[in-house]
């Protein structure tokens, strides 16, 4: 088998990622292919060759899937920001179930719990910012599959509509000029919208700047004039050579400090540099699951905790809550979420997750239940040693399976057994599933 072969291959099953797995020759090479379903018959130009496995482009469906449709979206192979758009919504959940299945053989696993909203869920939009090199239209999308070449996405439709038309909006009358990576000059390097369920909308320009050029705040009112659902704007500086999309410091233009998101009766209190979960409906599903396993009059450690939104919305089982989290945005908020959501005992400790998990161990401090919700990258080794010296039961929420199953395996080295593991579809039309996992210490 060369590069440039075309092959046929029938796919066995989609793994993480949402890549197609089949197998070819007598050695059942691995081959990975993008845009296929478990079962299709396929041609497929080979990409490139390891010494496990080879990728694969498609070129030919020769027997499709019956789950098989066209993707609703017309910017679909462009955009590449969603990546199974190909087959209808029960067939993705059974897909997403059976995914978590490989990672984890050993567990029974229910169904993945489906997003009430499929379209227009995604409440939380950072598009890069560019221009055309000739006519220096400005561009607003998201980037092309592993690379930097952006594509101008005029119609989103998982984001509400109104994203949409603000993009538009930022297109036509942005008044300064964006940001090239080459050159490392031009102003504006990423818009990020926060839109509540109510349809408040918190607006950041991210700048390759240290201070708000001028022209930004006439720019500013005259989008709110526009949109008067956009209740407060920030600029936030960023004058990196890196990939990362915010900088550490943020300035409001006009408007609110922030936004209120409401979950069932919690609320919450959101700022720019504030993590929140961009699907609230799915969220909630996830939250409940959460509030569902954990006993009445509980000490709880909420670790990761953003602006303290899983600890809020159980707080109906709790007794006391600590409070851990290293963006000080998020934790100022937090503790302005506890006073608005009437909760009274609570400790916020600012700063690094691990060093405190350490500084707990040190003091003996014992919790009912520590919730962990890091990023995808999941958790440190040295603080989850600590914590499992904590507490019997870990409420571990991810966005990431595979670095879930890695501190899963370290925490069962502790002697933790899981109770139950349960997906949520926060992401649809994407690979990408949320999970929650319990986890008991067993004798
Ligand atoms: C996936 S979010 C979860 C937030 C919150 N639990 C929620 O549901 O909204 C992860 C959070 O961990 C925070 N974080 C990332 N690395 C951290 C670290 N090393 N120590 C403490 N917090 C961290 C991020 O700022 C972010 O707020």
């Not at 607003?140 to 509509?161: E, M, V």
């Not at 201070?211 to 004039?225: Q, V």
């Not at 603080?383 to 395996?409: F, H, W």
């Amino acid at each position: 088998m060369n590069i440039q072969d075309i092959i046929e291959l029938k796919i066995e099953r989609i793994v993480y990622q949402g890549k197609g797995l089949a197998r070819f020759g007598e050695k059942k090479l691995s081959i990975f292919v993008e845009n296929v379903l478990p079962n299709e018959v396929i041609k497929a130009k080979i990409t490139s060759i390891n010494k496990n496995y080879a990728t694969a482009e498609l070129t030919e469906i020769i027997e499709p899937s019956k789950h098989r449709i066209k993707p609703f979206c017309p910017i679909y192979n462009a955009c590449g920001s969603c990546q199974l758009q190909i087959c209808d919504y029960d067939y993705l959940i059974e897909l997403k179930t059976a995914i978590l299945k490989d990672i984890f053989p050993d567990f029974e696993i229910e169904p993945v719990i489906k997003s009430p909203k499929v379209l227009g869920y995604r409440h939380k939009t950072q598009y890069p910012a560019r221009q055309t090199k000739n006519s220096k239209r400005i561009m607003l999308g998201y980037f092309k599959k592993q690379s930097h070449i952006l594509t101008n996405i005029k119609f989103c439709p998982l984001q509400p509509d109104i994203i949409n038309k603000i993009a538009q909006f930022i297109r036509e009358y942005f008044p300064c000029d964006c940001y090239s990576e080459t050159s490392h000059k031009g102003l504006l390097r990423h818009v990020l919208t926060r839109i509540t369920t109510k349809n408040d909308i918190l607006l950041t320009f991210i700048l390759n700047s240290d201070k708000i050029n001028p022209l930004l705040y006439d720019f500013s009112k005259k989008i709110t004039l526009e949109f008067p659902q956009i209740k407060g704007i920030y600029a936030n500086f960023n004058k990196s050579k890196t990939n990362k999309i915010l900088g550490d410091k943020s300035k409001k233009i006009l408007g609110n400090d922030y936004i209120i998101e409401y979950l069932n009766d919690k609320c919450y209190k959101i700022g720019p540099e504030s993590f929140f979960q961009v699907n609230p409906s799915a969220a909630a599903e996830l939250f409940n699951i959460v509030k569902e396993n954990i006993k009445p009059n509980s000490n709880i450690l909420d670790a990761y905790a953003g602006v303290g939104a899983i600890g809020i919305y159980v707080k109906d089982k709790v007794k006391s809550i600590t409070y851990v989290e290293e963006n000080l945005e998020a934790a100022m908020f937090a503790e302005e979420n506890y006073k608005l959501n009437n909760l009274k005992n609570y400790e916020i400790l600012k700063g690094d997750a691990k060093k405190h998990f350490i500084n707990f161990k040190k003091e003996n401090k014992i919790f009912d239940y520590i919730i962990l919700d890091p990023p995808r990258s999941g958790c440190d080794k040295e603080g989850l040693e600590a914590i499992s010296e904590l507490a019997e039961n870990i409420i571990y929420v991810s966005c990431n399976p595979q670095t879930l199953k890695r501190d899963m395996e370290i925490l069962n080295g502790k002697g933790f057994k899981i109770k139950l593991l349960k997906g949520v579809d926060l992401f649809p039309h994407t690979y990408h599933i949320e999970c929650v996992m319990i986890l008991e210490k067993g004798e």
